[in-house]
């Protein structure tokens, strides 16, 4: 029910997730990054558990491979698909046997895809493609991944939810941005919504570290 990517800036050293899916609330289940670490996706019948687990392993020091391959013996880890891109932008996938549907993965350096209950199985592909060939912040080239995957098929119905989450210095996210539900296309919600964020970014990090230098937006009581 859901196609994402896990994905690191080779230049900048943030990691970001981008999901969709047909079910609610997407990302709040299956988007796990923590900065200066990496990304994890854990999806299809979700167990948001091993998005920390595989973090924690990647704080201590094993690659995403080690980190994704430890999961192999764990009650119910046929069900499961997860996603992990580390500190050096290597990346793993583990797609359990009893994965829902036409379902799909691929990875490169600094990006992983996966997806299940596709219209077709080349939809990972295409967004790793997608952000391969995007440039920009890494947020713009999660997005363009996300609307690469959609225009090769997406899911193999309509998707309701989408989410970007976005990690790089700091112990709490740079941007984090979710289409809880929309009858509409939620990834759109989602490019709006970074639309809007984006200009602002790095004024919000400025409010958390130091609000006498952060600027007014004019809203009542900013002074």
Same mark, same amino acid.
């Given at each position: 029910m859901t196609f994402s990517l896990v994905a690191r800036c080779s230049e900048t050293g943030m990691f970001g997730v981008a999901v !969709?899916?047909?079910s609610p609330a997407v990302a709040a289940r299956c988007a796990h990054a923590r900065a200066g670490v990496g990304a994890v996706a854990s999806q299809n019948v979700t167990d948001p558990a091993l998005g920390t687990r595989v973090l924690d392993m990647l704080e201590a020091g094993r690659s995403a491979n080690e980190a994704v391959t430890s999961l192999k013996g764990r009650e119910h880890i046929e069900y499961r698909q997860v996603l992990a891109v580390d500190r050096d932008g290597e990346t793993a996938i583990? !797609?359990?046997?009893?994965?829902?549907?036409?379902?799909?993965q691929a990875a490169a350096q600094d990006v992983a895809s996966g997806g299940n209950l596709l219209a077709n199985e080349v939809v990972p592909q295409a967004i790793v493609d997608g952000f391969l060939s995007a440039r920009g912040h890494i947020g713009d080239r999660l997005l363009e991944a996300m609307r690469a995957g959609l225009e090769a098929g997406g899911e193999a119905g309509p998707v309701h939810s989408a989410g970007m989450l976005i990690v790089d210095e700091l112990a709490w996210p740079l941007a984090e941005l979710r289409c809880d539900w929309t009858d509409d296309c939620p990834i759109a919600a989602i490019e709006a919504a970074w639309a809007i964020y984006k200009p602002q970014m790095a004024d919000y990090v400025q409010r958390a570290l130091d609000p006498s230098g952060a600027p007014s937006y004019g809203v009542p009581g900013d002074q």
């Amino acid at each position: 029910m859901t196609f994402s990517l896990v994905a690191r800036c080779s230049e900048t050293g943030m990691f970001g997730v981008a999901v !969709s899916s047909s079910s609610p609330a997407v990302a709040a289940r299956c988007a796990h990054a923590r900065a200066g670490v990496g990304a994890v996706a854990s999806q299809n019948v979700t167990d948001p558990a091993l998005g920390t687990r595989v973090l924690d392993m990647l704080e201590a020091g094993r690659s995403a491979n080690e980190a994704v391959t430890s999961l192999k013996g764990r009650e119910h880890i046929e069900y499961r698909q997860v996603l992990a891109v580390d500190r050096d932008g290597e990346t793993a996938i583990h !797609s359990g046997t009893n994965v829902l549907g036409k379902w799909g993965q691929a990875a490169a350096q600094d990006v992983a895809s996966g997806g299940n209950l596709l219209a077709n199985e080349v939809v990972p592909q295409a967004i790793v493609d997608g952000f391969l060939s995007a440039r920009g912040h890494i947020g713009d080239r999660l997005l363009e991944a996300m609307r690469a995957g959609l225009e090769a098929g997406g899911e193999a119905g309509p998707v309701h939810s989408a989410g970007m989450l976005i990690v790089d210095e700091l112990a709490w996210p740079l941007a984090e941005l979710r289409c809880d539900w929309t009858d509409d296309c939620p990834i759109a919600a989602i490019e709006a919504a970074w639309a809007i964020y984006k200009p602002q970014m790095a004024d919000y990090v400025q409010r958390a570290l130091d609000p006498s230098g952060a600027p007014s937006y004019g809203v009542p009581g900013d002074q």
